[in-house]
């Protein structure tokens, strides 16, 4: 059990628990350092600050996660330390959110075509006022019936390359890292196991400012950490990592604090971002 978990959703995103009670838990669980990560807001960022203040044993980070397409893959990269205050990054998230509204969209259209049609307004009301995402499109479909399984939505339907997945608007995963470093964060590659040509996309990141990757994540077991250890030792990449938890409740799901990498990769994201925020404002 790890004091730190560096990647965690809210119900701002595809996670099920609302800022407060993810804090709430994780000081059950007896947390010191955690990040809130949710894909293309911050905005749970300042209930969860608030929910924190009564608990000065945990600290509680900034973070995002932003998620790209390349040809077959899907390249995710989490941002630390994010400036989130900053207007124009807020705009930018803001138009990243609209998109995922019309790419959710044309995944209930394919459905439909599929012979599964889902009503559109259910799908919003699932996604709540947050970022609207593929797991809310899954809870949709296992309501109707049409798969058994939450995760089969994914296996059989809208994963990467299923028949009724839609591309995000192009932002490559180079992008992606230059903007968390424009808003003084660190930026580190999420849950790389699965990304084909790993080591080309790791040398195109570090030069656009890449600082670290998820060695500990959810379920990976000892062999997969060693082989990204050994990776991200070569690239002089930070071992980052966390449990990626959205209180989904499947049997499978770790929970906060289970994957979490060594308190001294906190303490030098701190230092890098304090680095950073240094050289940006002068
Ligand atoms: P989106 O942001 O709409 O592309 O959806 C991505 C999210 O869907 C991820 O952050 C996970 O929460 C979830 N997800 C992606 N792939 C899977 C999978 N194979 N099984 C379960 N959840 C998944
Ligand atoms: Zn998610
Ligand atoms: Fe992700
Ligand atoms: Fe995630």
Not at 122 to 133: F, K, L, P
Not at 164 to 173: G, I, L, N
Request: charged share 25%; net charge negative.
């Amino acid at each position: 059990m790890a004091e730190i978990d560096l990647h965690l959703h809210t119900t701002e995103s595809d996670g099920k628990l609302t800022p407060p009670d993810l804090i709430a838990l994780a000081v059950q669980r007896e947390l010191k350092f955690i990040a809130i990560t949710d894909h293309d807001t911050t905005d749970g960022l300042d209930p969860a600050w608030k929910a924190a203040m009564s608990s000065p044993q945990l600290t509680v980070i900034a973070g995002i996660e932003l998620s790209t397409d390349i040809p077959g893959n899907e390249i995710h990269v989490l941002g630390y330390y994010i400036d989130h205050r900053d207007t124009n990054f807020q705009m930018l998230l803001q138009s990243f959110r609209e998109s995922r509204v019309g790419r959710a969209q044309k995944m209930v259209e394919k459905l439909g075509e599929m012979g599964m049609p889902l009503e559109w307004t259910r799908v919003r009301e699932i996604a709540g006022r947050g970022s609207i995402g593929r797991p809310h499109v899954a809870q949709a479909m296992l309501e109707r019936g049409y798969i058994s399984q939450f995760q089969e939505a994914f296996e059989k339907y809208i994963g990467r390359n299923g028949p009724a997945y839609v591309e995000r608007e192009k932002q490559t995963p180079e992008a992606a890292v230059q903007l968390i470093g424009e808003v003084g964060g660190v930026a580190v590659l999420a849950h790389p196991a699965q990304v084909d040509n790993l080591e080309n996309v790791l040398t195109s990141l570090k030069a656009a400012g890449l600082k670290g990757m998820e060695v500990h994540y959810a379920q990976y077991d000892a062999e997969t950490v060693a082989r990204l250890a050994a990776l991200a030792e070569k690239y002089d990449l930070l071992p980052c990592g966390g449990s990626d938890y959205h209180a989904l409740g499947t049997p499978t799901e770790r929970l906060p604090g289970t994957a979490g990498p060594p308190m001294w990769v906190a303490e030098e994201i701190r230092d890098l971002a304090m680095e950073q925020q240094y050289s940006r404002f002068g």
